[in-house]
């Protein structure tokens, strides 16, 4: 599901592309939506980019492409539209109907337990912790192909991309993903991390969402992958 602000900035690049074939630049986004700097766009950019809704296309700049847009929009106001505003959720809810499409149905959500690995670091890396006797029950309209596991996050590393100290991640198990994936990667085969992946050549970058945190490059023979993020659960207190 998208925020409003995320749903505002989808459908103004889709508007912009389509009346002229060229997305927005950052400012225009920064001042259609009413922020005041331009790291909100590059936030809102990446959950979008995250949640499969536009990709970047490479070696060109300013270059968006909306893949698709949410079933149920908003229309985004016009510049000069003062016209009374009405209220609109925060979030765009998600229609299940298609990923239970074959499913017999049953009154009550099925769920999956899952084995719980431990604690990964979202900022400085850590060994790698496969306790099989612990598990967590996810629901199972989080998963989709393939074997998963969780993981709970320890750290500040990822915050830009959403993922906070405390939260469980969902990982599908995978040995390649591509560039731009926030995956589940063994270093030296001492230790693992929870970080976005880059490829060029020879190199891997693994890269923080934390301006705090430096970006880590390694050779390609130095970093498996374990797996790719395809869930989130959070809890309140």
Do not use: W
């Amino acid at each position: 599901m998208l925020t409003r602000k995320q749903q505002e900035l989808l459908l103004f690049i889709d508007r912009r592309l389509k009346e002229g074939g060229v997305s927005p630049s950052f400012d225009e986004m920064k001042d259609a939506l009413g922020l005041k700097s331009k790291s909100g766009i590059h936030r809102l950019i990446t959950g979008l980019e995250e949640r499969g809704f536009i990709r970047r296309l490479p070696h060109r700049a300013r270059a968006l492409e909306v893949t698709r847009l949410p079933e149920q929009t908003t229309p985004v106001p016009k510049a000069g539209d003062t016209s009374p505003a009405k209220f609109r959720p925060n979030v765009i809810r998600g229609d299940f109907r298609a990923s239970l499409a074959g499913r017999e149905a049953k009154p009550e959500a099925e769920s999956v337990a899952l084995p719980l690995y431990g604690r990964i670091a979202a900022g400085l890396p850590i060994e790698a912790m496969r306790d099989q006797s612990t598990t967590i029950d996810i629901p199972a309209t989080m998963l989709g192909n393939g074997e998963h596991y969780a993981l709970e996050v320890a750290g500040d590393s990822m915050v830009e991309a959403g993922i906070l100290d405390g939260d469980t991640v969902i990982i599908q198990r995978c040995e390649t993903a591509e560039s731009g994936t926030i995956v589940v990667a063994l270093v030296d085969e001492g230790e693992v991390t929870l970080k976005r992946l880059r490829r060029k050549g020879n190199s891997i970058a693994l890269e923080p969402a934390n301006a705090s945190y430096e970006t880590r490059v390694f050779g390609s023979d130095r970093v498996k992958v374990q797996g790719k993020l395809v869930g989130l659960m959070r809890r309140y207190h």
